[in-house]
Structure formats: C-alpha cells, structure tokens
C-alpha cells in the first residue's frame, strides 16, 4: 500500500490539506473539500495510508508563502497530479498563467490547440488535484464571470483580490 505525507496549513481561507509522494506535491485542497480530494487521490491510487508530517519540505512554507503574498513561490513545487493525458495538458498550462491575471475557459482551450473544447477544459479544471498551485482559479467564464472553482466562488474571489484582480468587474 502507498504512503502519502499530509500537512496542514491554516490560512485566511481556512485550513489547506497538502498531500505529497514525499518528493511531489499530488494534492492541495481545502479541508471542508477533503472528501473530494480522497475520492481523488483513491481513484489514482488505490489504497493509501496518509501519514501525519508537520512540515513537507519544499511544499508547506512557499504555500504559506503565497499566502504571506509571494505569488510566485509556488512556482518552483513539483506536482505529480496523474490524470488523463487531455486533464494534464490543461493542467501544466494552468500554470502559464502569471499571477495576477485571468483568461476565459476559452483562451484556455485555444492556448492547447483545442479551441473547442472550452467546456472539456472547464471540467477538467474542476478536477485539478493541486489547487492554488496549479492556479485554476485564474481561469473565469467567457462573460467576464467568476464560475467555476471547487474550493468554491468566495474563495476563488479572494484569491483572485490577493493577488491583485480587480474583482470588481466581475
């Protein structure tokens, strides 16, 4: 049976559950979405024990970092997230996104060649395992509106405002 190493970091946000092969970040989400985020890590591995660890090198500080407002200290996290091929080119590209700037589900599915496919590319979101580090809240809909975020609305819009959104048109 695998082992992953879980922390947990208490935000403005509330508490954030990291969870890591002990060289990868593969999960990141909001306590009150744990259930989500086990069904997740079950269906990529099976059976798993969580394993307690107070601090995961090289993952907990630059999540508190971010927080503390460095928008680019998670950069450099290694993720390890699984999925589909199609869910994990929508993933990296997440991450092409800079900090304090939002594209539509639509520029999202154009920047991997797949222009149509805007919805695909909404739900693949909804299922993004490293939430925050892969940065699928500055992803909005086509109208200028804040949809889709599993962590929930609120909380993609505080994202959004602390790293430096005007939210307002929103």
Known sequence: MI?????????????VILVSDGSH???LDFADCKT???KLLQKRYGQFDLIEDTVLPGFS????D???GDYYSLDAIPVRTGGTPFQQQVWSTLRTIPARTVISYRELAAKIGRPTAYRAVGMASSQNPV???LPCHRVIGVKARLTGYAGGIE????????????????
């Open 131 to 133: 939430a925050i580090v």
């Open 61 to 64: 500080q630059p999540i508190q």
């Open 155 to 170: 909380r993609k819009r505080w994202l959004l405002q602390h790293e430096g959104v005007d939210c307002s048109r929103f």
């Open 36 to 38: 989500r985020m086990m």
């Open 25 to 27: 970040l593969c999960a």
């Open 3 to 15: 082992q992953l190493l879980v922390d947990r970091i208490n935000s403005a946000l509330g508490t």
């Open 66 to 68: 971010y927080f503390a």
